[in-house]
C-alpha cells in the first residue's frame, strides 16, 4: 500500500515529459510555454496541449531562482472599503493570476505616508512590479521606485510632472450623456457631487460637468457641491443641492453616491419621483435598489485587465513604454428608473 501511495505522489509531470509528449526538446518546450515569439505557432500549440493534457504545472519557485523573479506583484489601492477598488482588486489579481502572477494587495487609507511605507514594503518583498492607485503628491516616490527597477504603473489617477504610465477612465462621455439624459427629462436644475480638486478623478470630472453643462443649460446656474470621495461627503452634498433647488444630482463618485442615498432615504425624499439620482460606477448595490440608480460606469474590469498587462509588457521588455503612455477607457451611460420615473412630478416640483 505504501508502495502504491508513492507512485500516485510520484506521477505528477515534469518539462521532460511535456517535451516528450510532444515530440520537442526540453529546451523547446521551456520556450514555447514561455510565449517566446521564435517558437512557431504549431509547435506552441502542441506543447500547451500536452502540458494541458498532463496536468503540469510549472515550479514557480524553480523559476525564480533561475530568472531571479519572484512571479509576484504588488498592487496599492487606498482603500478596501470601497467597492470600486474592491472590484479593481479582484479584476488585477484575476488577470495577474492569468499571466502566472500572484498579488499582494495592499491599502493605505488615502495617506500619503502609508503610501510611501507600502511601496516600500512591497519593494523590500522583491516584487516583480507595482500597480498603484496613487495619492495626490505621490510622483517623487513613485518614480523613485521605478528607477530602482521595478516596473510601475498608475490606475485610476495620473500625477502631474510624472513620467509613470496610467490606465484611468475617461470622464467626458459619460457626464455628458448623464447630463443630456435628464435634460431630456426635463430637468434644468442638476446639481453635482464634485471629488476632492488635488485629485485627477476630482479636477477632471468636474471639468466634464462643467464643459457638459455649459453645452446643453448655458443660461442656467451651475449647483456645485465641492466635497470628497466620502459617504458623509455624498450626504451633506445632497442636503446642500437639494437646498439649493436641484431637481436632479449625479455623483462624483461612489461613495458620495451612497451617501445621497442615505440622505434620501433618511429624508423621506423619494428617489426617481421627488429627485433624479445619477451614481458613478455601476456596482451592485446601485442595481438592486427598490428604485434602480442610473450610474456612468468605468468598466473598472477594463481598468484592471489593461493595467496588468501595460504592467507585463514592461516587465517582460525590461525597459519603460513611451514616457508617461496613459490608456483611458470611455465611461458610459446607463439609465434606470432613479432619472426615467416621476418625470411630470419633478416638473412640477422645482423650475
Not at 434620501?264 to 458613478?280: M, P, R, W
Amino acid at each position: 500500500m505504501q508502495k502504491e501511495r508513492n507512485l500516485l505522489v510520484n506521477t505528477s509531470a515534469n518539462l521532460k515529459d511535456v517535451a516528450a509528449a510532444a515530440g520537442v526538446s526540453v529546451s523547446t518546450a521551456s520556450r514555447a510555454l514561455a510565449g517566446k515569439t521564435i517558437i512557431s505557432e504549431d509547435t506552441r500549440n502542441r506543447v500547451q496541449a500536452a502540458a494541458q493534457k498532463l496536468n503540469y504545472k510549472p515550479n514557480i519557485q524553480a523559476r525564480g531562482l533561475r530568472t531571479a523573479r519572484t512571479y509576484t506583484i504588488g498592487l496599492s489601492i487606498p482603500t478596501l472599503v470601497n467597492p470600486f477598488f474592491a472590484t479593481m482588486a479582484a479584476a488585477i489579481q484575476e488577470n495577474a493570476t492569468a499571466h502566472g502572477l500572484s498579488t499582494i494587495i495592499t491599502s493605505y487609507d488615502e495617506d500619503a505616508l502609508t503610501l510611501k511605507n507600502t511601496v516600500n514594503a512591497l519593494y523590500q518583498h522583491q516584487v516583480d512590479g507595482m500597480i498603484v492607485v496613487p495619492s495626490a503628491k505621490a510622483t517623487q516616490e513613485l518614480e523613485h521606485i521605478a528607477q530602482l527597477g521595478v516596473p510601475l504603473v498608475l490606475i485610476d489617477r495620473v500625477l502631474t510632472d510624472c513620467s509613470l504610465p496610467a490606465v484611468v477612465s475617461h470622464p467626458d462621455p459619460g457626464i455628458y450623456a448623464a447630463l443630456e439624459h435628464l435634460v431630456e427629462q426635463g430637468h434644468h436644475h442638476i446639481g453635482f457631487l464634485a471629488g476632492p480638486a488635488e485629485l485627477s478623478t476630482g479636477a477632471g470630472r468636474l471639468q466634464a460637468f462643467r464643459t457638459a453643462h455649459a453645452a446643453l443649460l448655458d443660461n442656467t446656474q451651475e449647483h456645485i457641491f465641492y466635497g470628497g470621495f466620502e459617504v458623509t461627503q455624498g450626504h451633506r452634498g445632497a442636503r446642500a443641492l437639494l437646498d439649493a433647488g436641484a431637481t436632479a444630482i449625479i455623483a462624483g463618485d461612489s461613495m458620495m453616491t451612497l451617501g445621497a442615498m442615505e440622505y434620501c432615504h433618511a429624508h423621506e425624499v423619494h428617489i426617481g419621483d421627488d429627485v433624479a439620482l445619477v451614481g458613478f460606477d455601476d456596482l451592485v448595490y446601485m442595481r438592486v435598489q427598490p428604485t434602480p440608480l442610473s450610474v456612468i460606469d468605468q468598466d473598472v474590469v477594463a481598468m484592471g485587465q489593461q493595467a496588468v498587462q501595460l504592467l507585463v509588457n514592461w516587465m517582460s521588455r525590461a525597459q519603460p513604454p513611451p514616457e508617461q503612455e496613459i490608456i483611458a477607457i470611455d465611461t458610459t451611460f446607463i439609465p434606470r428608473a432613479s432619472t426615467t420615473k416621476g418625470t411630470s412630478k419633478k416638473k412640477l416640483i422645482r423650475r
